[in-house]
């Protein structure tokens, strides 16, 4: 049975910890990857392509395939070099023997995040065991967004609500990042 205070420290992620996590990371196997431009896993892998992540798709069904200019692995087991993340794009229940296959990795990742709606305390207990850091129920995304202030500008998560368009520093699309001004 997993340990209780333990679990509570997931319930809520202190801001400076998940900006120095998604810092600190370059290399992130994504578990769950699709194909599929409407599904949520394509949608976050493209954006963290275009933020510079090293992002290396894992799906059986795709393995051998390439989606946004990547080869696809198979499994964890399958990506022939280090990674620092491992971000887990699949079930809760999923998440237990995917955390087994991350923590057989030489060498081991430093986070093991995994996404909305995906939370597996006892999966997190064994990885944390270990010394990996876990973050669960969170996508990389919507955290990068927030905390580079791409989501806040446009009025969601600014508490403030206006038609005006934003300024923008040059013409077209700004990327904005999550470090420190």
């Known amino acids: 049975m997993p340990d209780v205070s333990n679990a509570a420290r997931h319930d809520d992620y202190d801001t400076e910890h998940l900006r120095g996590l998604l810092r600190s990371v370059r290399s992130i196997?994504?578990?769950?990857?699709?194909?599929?431009?409407?599904?949520?896993?394509?949608?976050v892998t493209k954006y963290l392509l275009e933020r510079g992540y090293d992002v290396i798709p894992v799906n059986p069904g795709l393995a051998g395939q390439e989606l946004l200019g990547r080869r696809v692995v198979g499994r964890l087991s399958e990506l022939g070099r280090p990674v620092d993340m491992v971000e887990i794009f699949r079930n809760s229940e999923a998440a237990g023997p995917l955390v087994d296959e991350a923590l057989a990795l030489d060498p081991l990742p430093k986070v093991i995040w995994m996404q909305l709606g995906v939370r597996n305390d006892a999966a997190a207990a064994k990885a944390e065991a270990r010394g990996i850091t876990v973050v669960m129920n969170r996508c990389p995304k919507i955290e990068y967004g927030r905390l580079s202030g791409e989501i806040g500008w446009t009025g969601v998560n600014s508490r403030i609500l206006s038609a005006k368009r934003p300024k923008l520093a040059a013409r077209g699309f700004q990327k904005l990042t999550i470090e420190k001004r």
């Open 29 to 43: 196997a994504l578990v769950g990857a699709s194909a599929n431009p409407a599904r949520p896993s394509w949608i």
